[in-house]
């Protein structure tokens, strides 16, 4: 079992910056892929990022592609991602997620394809 609990959400102006935190549990932290999702009101869960479990691959959405840098501290068992130039269609609730399978697999970017799931944490992106 792993948990997972996400921080740093918040309200910004468009343009501006957040960077979200997501802690986890558990001593195999290190080997998982790990992904970042965002639901908005009333459409589905869509992929955000994904990286490997060394941090040295990672994929992004294309609509967040070169805003969003996902990255990973292993010692701190720990997933962030780094949000620049807010939009206000980025506004959702953000979801961290455990995948505990290779980052080769290629199925990081399908909320089905991972395990263990944050309760996620609110950005509200004004104009």
């Known amino acids: 079992q792993v948990q997972l609990v996400e921080s740093g959400g918040g309200l910004v102006q468009a343009g501006g910056s957040l960077r979200l935190s997501c802690a986890a549990s558990?001593?195999?932290?290190?080997?998982?892929?790990m992904g970042w999702f965002r639901q908005a009101p009333g459409k589905e869960r869509e992929f955000v990022a994904a990286?490997?479990?060394?941090?040295?691959?990672?994929s992004y959405a294309g609509s967040v592609k070169g805003r969003f840098t996902i990255s990973r501290d292993n010692a701190k068992n720990t997933v962030y991602l780094q949000m620049n130039s807010l939009k206000p269609e980025d506004t959702a609730v953000y979801y961290c997620?455990?995948?505990?399978?290779?980052?080769?697999?290629?199925?990081?970017?399908?909320?089905?394809?991972?395990?263990?799931w944050g309760q996620g944490t609110r950005v509200t992106v004004s104009a």
């Open positions: 997620a455990v995948q505990r399978r290779s980052y080769s697999s290629g199925d990081y970017d399908s909320a089905k394809e991972y395990d263990y």
């Open positions: 558990g001593s195999t932290f290190s080997v998982y892929t």
């Open positions: 990286i490997s479990s060394t941090g040295g691959r990672s």
